[in-house]
């Protein structure tokens, strides 16, 4: 299985992009799927996370009210919808999945068993 996280781009501050991951073969909005974000040589951070089957959705307290978590059932992929961009979101965003089929999503990042290789999201002042 391959994970893959796209989308991620340079936007202006106050801008938006949509991230999206999938996962081949899989209907990846039938499990938990969480994003989380790292700047180099700091902790990866939590972001937002998705229960499967269109369960809870959790989020930072940094990005909750500008970013959304959502899965589509039709194509399988799960989005990371952000918006009004800030400076300080600027990282390289992963999402991992969980494929325990736990009704819960977690929201640290041992709680995921396979991690896609991430996308660099950029926003400039």
């Known amino acids: 299985v391959q994970l893959q996280a796209s989308g991620g781009g340079l936007v202006q501050a106050g801008g938006s992009l949509r991230l999206s991951c999938a996962a081949s073969g899989r209907t990846l909005s039938r499990y938990n799927v969480g994003w989380f974000r790292q700047i180099p040589g700091l902790e990866r951070e939590f972001v937002a996370a998705?229960?499967?089957?269109?369960?809870?959705?959790q989020y930072a307290d940094s990005v909750t009210g500008r970013f959304s978590i959502s899965g589509d059932n039709v194509d399988g992929t799960v989005s990371l919808q952000m918006s009004d961009l800030r400076p300080e979101d600027s990282a390289i965003y992963y999402c991992?999945?969980?494929?325990?089929?736990?009704?819960?999503?977690?929201?640290?990042?041992?709680?995921?068993?396979?991690w896609g290789p991430g996308t660099q999201v950029t926003v400039s002042a």
């Open positions: 991992a999945v969980d494929w325990s089929l736990s009704r819960t999503a977690a929201t640290f990042a041992s709680g995921y068993d396979y």
């Open positions: 998705a229960a499967r089957d269109g369960g809870e959705t």
